[in-house]
């Protein structure tokens, strides 16, 4: 092959499917209790259930429940189910035992092997922290006496060492002797070390460490410190990153059997589902037909998003976050993907395989931080700027910036995350016609903040604008003091066109020529271009107000919209 007949970067190999089509596969193939059937179905159920990692593991048992899930718990490897529990058990550095008791019942329900070897899986500190929370031990060997005379459960090991004054309720009190019970059946050596454990270790030591043991396993998964996952958010102008860069993330290979079982293999369904929903990133990663570069994206998104929910301070086992967040960092990546690629398709797969997905994101983000920085300075303006403005506004200038689902189409209530350069350019057009509305307000005197800070109802931002506008149009100084009954009555008579309800045709050439001049006097420069628009719009709510009125009756200004009217005395 010539050099003029090599393929470019990033283009499709003919008879492969790319990572796109395989992750459709991926959510094509049977779901919820469905796929879990198909699991327990296969020739080799238990390595079908250990090919799985522990966050597919947990989004399945946690989708389908405890009850029908017991087969695929038993099949479970015990690192699978310590992965599990680290997910589920934990808000931020304490632990959580009451999602434990689920995960440990159902591994009870399979029998006393499967209950020491999950134990032995497990750090002897949290082992020795849910006997603590449950428990008060006592050292029967060491000559220690109950008092039995408090009004609670005691349990005697059957070894007769230990006597454990119980402090849960009834279920919780039966979950701990049944692990007791089977753990001695299984390693009598192993559950006299937990008691011993958690009679004579500080709560507070034992938690820490923990804590310590699961945030490294965590962090493999992405889940990183709170400090370093707000590294996402550090702002990247798109001009410092370049294709072929090779900052691309590499995850080696797992070597270990042990963190083989929680390793991420493929993106859980409910962030493969937010992926494909991103047309720009879909359409990239369909270029992607290497399988070892396709896994290697998806276990990087999935870390992408964990580094997300780090940031966010959410519990990973919180799934509704997770699908929030994976939401969020696709679109951000996306949105960071089409900047860098100059929304070329054949670049941005390029950039896939040369770029991390933590830049690509802070390339997004930066640019929807742009946006939110114009959006701080229109404020007080957006407050009565009527939607969508205030709402777009609003939106942006929350703790991170979000789109409105008003410039959606149809619009909708609510944010979403940004996600193409076509948003951008629709958000931005609505700022700089606000900014427009409001240069115009302000040239013609009016106190934006002090309206802002008036109870409703209260004037709208175009109420001044499009009351200066009557003013003009009926031979007057403009001025957005309300109007009178005579301007309203001289307005109807002069503006429209005898014997009709639509403006005159020159209203439009002198309106223009007018807001032009205020716009200068007031310092405004640029805002021309956004005036044709603006205008149409504001003489349109004039035509369609006073339109419908007889030309020379008597108005009554209470039934008059989109302008200010003095109060009449009856």
Known sequence: MTPTDR??????TPGLPGTLTRLRGELAQPRGMQRVEALLSADEPAAAVAALSAPELF????????????ELIALATPAQLRG????????????????????????????FEKVGQVWAALDPELRALFVQRHARVVDLSLGEEPDETIERPWYYTTDGYFCLEQTGDEDTNRLVRAVLDDLYRADPALARHTLMAARSEPPTELEEQAYRWRSGRMADLGYVDFHDALELFAPLEPDKVVIGEGTAEDFGQVIDDDAADVAPRALPATIAGEVVARSFLARALERIDDPAEGQRLQTALLVLTNKLLSAARVRPGDLEALRRGAGYAASTVSLGLEVIARGDVARAAAALTSVSLTRLHRVGYTVTLKLARLARGLVVGAVTAGPPAAAVVEALVALRPWMSRELDQPPARGVRPFESQADVRRVAEVLARLTVRIAVAESLGVDLPAIARLPEPRPQLDDHVRTALVRAMAGAVPSPAPLTATELRTFRATAFAPGAATLRD??????????????DAGGVRGGHDQLPGLLAGW???????????????????????????AATRS
């Open 7 to 12: 393929e470019p970067p990033g283009s499709p």
């Open 59 to 70: 989004e399945l048992v946690t989708q389908v429940g405890f009850a029908d899930t017991q």
């Open 84 to 111: 599990c529990l680290d997910l589920d058990g934990w808000d931020r550095d304490r632990l959580l035992v009451d999602p434990l008791k689920p995960w440990l019942a159902a591994v009870v329900e399979v029998g």
């Open 506 to 519: 020159d209203v439009a050439e002198r309106a223009h020529a007018l807001i032009a001049r205020w716009l």
């Open 539 to 565: 003489l349109g709510d004039l035509e369609r107000a006073f339109g419908p009125l007889a030309a020379g009756q008597e108005i009554d200004g209470r039934f008059v919209d989109g302008v200010l009217v």
